[in-house]
T-cell receptor, first 112, second 112 residues
Framework: SQTIHQWPATLVQPVGSPLSLECTVE??????LYWYRQAAGRGLQLLFY??????ISSEVPQNLSASRPQDRQFILSSKKLLLSDSGFYLC???????????FGDGTRLSIL | AQKVTQAQTEISVVEKEDVTLDCVYE???????LFWYKQPPSGELVFLIR??????QNEISGRYSWNFQKSTSSFNFTITASQVVDSAVYFC?????????FGAGTILRVKS
């Protein structure tokens, strides 16, 4: 069976510090991978998605970047965090576009 | 443009009441896929159902049922005999390209 791991679960970072959130998928190959952000009490905002190694599509211009160094690894990064980067970050995978996306447990990021 | 509207921001019911969550979508595609997800207080998104545009049969899974009507572009979700554990945010989504377009979500509060 397939599993998705996302860490850390919670993170508190000062403004201006770097960020690296990691997501890995097990039990499948060549998945579509996604990063979402959810502000408190709001809906899901798609940040990045990837259909293959090294292929990254950005949905919203922002302070963040994503990379896919390996088939089942998806990393969300920032060089300098802003207060507005606070939120709940979710990683997801799917086999194909029309298939369900399966989500990790999320990372709660607080910027101080 | 693809769009999903969940007009109900928040619904409160008393346990054992039936509740329907509305979802209206917009798409120009003739083949499309719709989804429902549940986000409990713990934060992870749980996949509930996937429906393609060619299958208009209603679906029932235990206390959950879904009513898909292409004529009104709606994909509504009904919980029968609601329970406190049903309290969550529910998202409707539409597959588009390599992505899912999510509605803003409906907060369901079930009181004992």
């Amino acid at each position: 069976s397939q599993t998705i791991h996302q860490w850390p679960a919670t993170l508190v970072q000062p403004v201006g510090s770097p960020l690296s959130l990691e997501c890995t998928v097990e039990g499948t190959s060549n998945p579509n991978l996604y990063w979402y952000r959810q502000a408190a009490g709001r809906g899901l905002q798609l940040l990045f998605y990837s259909v293959g190694i090294g292929q990254i599509s950005s949905e919203v211009p922002q302070n963040l970047s994503a990379s896919r160094p390996q088939d089942r690894q998806f990393i969300l990064s920032s060089k300098k965090l802003l207060l507005s980067d606070s939120g709940f970050y979710l990683c997801a995978w799917s086999r194909q576009t029309d298939q369900p996306q399966h989500f990790g447990d999320g990372t709660r990021l607080s910027i101080l | 443009a693809q769009k999903v509207t969940q007009a109900q921001t928040e619904i409160s019911v008393v346990e054992k009441e039936d509740v329907t969550l509305d979802c209206v979508y917009e798409t120009r595609d003739t083949t499309y896929y719709l989804f429902w997800y549940k986000q409990p207080p713990s934060g992870e998104l749980v996949f509930l159902i996937r429906r393609n545009s060619f299958d208009e049969q209603n679906e029932i899974s235990g206390r959950y049922s879904w009513n898909f009507q292409k004529s009104t572009s709606s994909f509504n979700f009904t919980i029968t005999a609601s329970q406190v554990v049903d309290s969550a945010v529910y998202f409707c989504a539409l597959a588009y390209g390599n992505k899912l377009v999510f509605g803003a979500g409906t907060i369901l509060r079930v009181k004992s």
